[in-house]
């Protein structure tokens, strides 16, 4: 059975695209742990980031790397963070997480809640800084 996020690459499930090519896409967090929270993941349905063949690695890295440099000047912050989890959705994904303190990236703590509207604007700013 595909992923939630192959569901999302072929379409099936609406998202708020940041960046796509051929092998990657960026999308918001639907449940945000900071403002402007984009999930990047290769569209190669592969559970673990560390299962990834070297080249899709390091494109998934590149490709989160040219989004994590347009962020701030979309979601003002200190710095932009990273992380891959991966307990809750068996595909990979890079956490790119807009930082102002720790708390924007406690993933323990409750998520936002921020609404399609608040989504849709934060993702039209963040597609416009991108180079
Ligand atoms: P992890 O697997 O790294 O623990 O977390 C999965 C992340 O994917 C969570 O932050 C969750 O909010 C996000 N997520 C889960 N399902 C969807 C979805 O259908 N659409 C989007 N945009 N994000 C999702």
């Known amino acids: ?14 998202c708020h695209k940041i960046a796509e090519n ?25 559970d673990y980031l560390f299962n990834l063949d070297d080249e899709t690695y390091t494109g998934l890295m590149l ?8 962020l701030p000047a979309a979601v003002p912050c200190l710095r932009v963070g990273v992380t891959v989890i991966g307990l809750e959705v068996p595909h990979t994904h890079v956490h790119l997480v807009p930082l102002n303190s720790m708390q924007d990236i406690n993933f323990s703590k409750p998520k936002l809640n921020p609404g399609q509207e608040a989504l849709i604007t934060v993702a039209e700013k963040i597609r416009k800084v991108l180079v």
């Not at 896409?25 to 900071?34: G, T």
């Not at 490709?63 to 347009?70: G, P, Q, S, V, Y």
Request: proline share 9%; hydrophobic share 50%.
């Open 22 to 46: 051929d092998q990657f896409l960026a999308f918001l967090d639907i449940n945000p742990v900071a403002e402007g929270h984009t999930l990047v993941i290769p569209k190669k349905e592969v």
């Open 63 to 70: 490709f989160a790397k040219r989004i994590a440099k347009a």
């Open 1 to 14: 059975m595909p992923t939630i996020f192959t569901r999302i690459i072929n379409g099936e499930i609406p």
